[in-house]
T-cell receptor, first 111, second 111 residues
C-alpha cells in the first residue's frame, strides 16, 4: 500500500519569503501526484498535478509552482509568499485505481 | 464537466441515531464516485467508492453509500452514529486525471 510523507508539518513564513514543501510517496511507482490547498478547513482547491517526472499541469494561475524531479517526489514552491498563500497544503497520489490517497498535510501560515 | 454537490454545510445527529450525508453528482458517462473523511489538521482518508455493480457500497468504519442513478445521488450513511464520527466529509467524482471534490459537510454527532 502507498504511504505519503509531507514535510514540514507546520510552517510559519513572512510575506515575501520563499517556500518549498516536499511530498514523497512510498510503496508504488509512477504514481499520479497532486497538490491541493484547503482554506479555512473546507473545500479543496487543486493546484497542480503530475502524471510523470517533469510533467506538471497547473490548475490555478498564481505565484506557486511545482516540480517533480523524481518519480515519487513532488515539490511545491514559491519565490515570494503572499498572505493569501496561507492554508493547509495536501499532497495526494493515485496508482492503478481512481481513488486518491492523501498525505498528512502541511499547515502554512504567512505572516 | 464532472461535478458533485453537497447541499448541507452542517449535519447534526444524536449518538446512536442513523446518519446521512448527502451528495449529488453531474457527469457525462458512468460516474466513479468516492467518499472521504477528514479529521482536524489531518489529510483526507478514503472511505469508499462506487465504480460499477451493486448500488450499495460498504466502506470503512461501518459507513456505506447508496448509488442512485435516477436521482444522481450518492449519499453516505451509517446505521448508528458515534461521537468519533464527527468530522468533515467530502464527496468526489473522478475526471480524466483527477477527482472533483464537493465543498464538504461537517458532521457533528451529539452525545
Amino acid at each position: 500500500s502507498q504511504t505519503i510523507h509531507q514535510w514540514p508539518a507546520t510552517l510559519v513564513q513572512p510575506v515575501g519569503s520563499p517556500l518549498s514543501l516536499e511530498c514523497t510517496v512510498e510503496g508504488t511507482s509512477n504514481p499520479n501526484l497532486y497538490w491541493y490547498r484547503q482554506a479555512a478547513g473546507r473545500g479543496l482547491q487543486l493546484l497542480f498535478y503530475s502524471v510523470g517526472i517533469g510533467q506538471i499541469s497547473s490548475e490555478v494561475p498564481q505565484n506557486l509552482s511545482a516540480s517533480r524531479p523524481q518519480d515519487r517526489q513532488f515539490i511545491l514552491s514559491s519565490k515570494k509568499l503572499l498572505l493569501s498563500d496561507s492554508g493547509f497544503y495536501l499532497c495526494a497520489s493515485t496508482w492503478g485505481s481512481a481513488e486518491q490517497y492523501f498525505g498528512p498535510g502541511t499547515r502554512l501560515t504567512v505572516t | 464537466a464532472q461535478s458533485v454537490a453537497q447541499p448541507e454545510d452542517q449535519v447534526n445527529v444524536a449518538e446512536g441515531n442513523p446518519l446521512t450525508v448527502k451528495c449529488t453528482y453531474s457527469v457525462s458517462g458512468n460516474p466513479y464516485l468516492f467518499w472521504y473523511v477528514q479529521y482536524p489538521n489531518r489529510g483526507l482518508q478514503f472511505l469508499l467508492k462506487y465504480i460499477t455493480g451493486d448500488n450499495l457500497v460498504k466502506g470503512s468504519y461501518g459507513f456505506e453509500a447508496e448509488f442512485n442513478k435516477s436521482q444522481t445521488s450518492f449519499h453516505l450513511k451509517k446505521p448508528s452514529a458515534l461521537v468519533s464520527d464527527s468530522a468533515l466529509y467530502f464527496c468526489a467524482v473522478a475526471g480524466a486525471n483527477n477527482l472533483f471534490f464537493g465543498t464538504g459537510t461537517r458532521l457533528t454527532v451529539i452525545p
